[in-house]
């Protein structure tokens, strides 16, 4: 007997809902619908090539996007709301949501969800103290099992220094 597939909407968010302060100082929720198709393979297009120039790859021979179409990447990721969040919000609000709904788009909901709560590119994001100090005794821990000792200081010695006497006579040694 054959597997039924459910239909593909059960499961798949229409638009992601996102909390934002305006510039009023009031938090509003906006919707970003979900992208055409055509809007997702753009988007899709812009953050591969980016991610291939960013990791060291080399450019394509030809654009693969004009002027406008990359301008308008922001555009291509809100859709219908671009026009009432450019009008509401400041700059980095704004921005902020148009890369966390790239991030959706190009990713998912939990990529987007990163993005939006610490601002950092996706498994990027700061390490709280505790984590700092657990990576740093991880790396300490590697450099002692790499065999190579560290060479020890030489802070406050001189070659022809003679080694100090220990006791309270500061005279020359009795014989």
Known sequence: MAAQ????????SEGL???VRDKDGRITEYHIPDPSAEAGIKVERITTLAARLASGGSAPDKPVLDDKEEL????????AAYEKLLADLNWSMF???ALTAMFWITADEET???YWATGEAPGKAGRNRAERRQMSRASSAKAAAN????QA???GTR?????????????????
């Open 5 to 12: 597939f459910q239909a593909l909407d059960d499961f798949l």
């Open 17 to 19: 809902t996102l909390p």
């Open 72 to 79: 308008d990447l922001y555009r291509l990721c809100l859709g």
């Open 95 to 97: 921005k902020h949501v």
């Open 112 to 114: 987007a969800l990163e």
């Open 147 to 150: 065999g190579t000792k560290q």
């Open 153 to 155: 200081s030489t802070n």
């Open 159 to 175: 070659a022809a220094s003679q080694p100090r006497r220990s006791g309270r006579a500061r005279g020359p040694r009795p014989i």
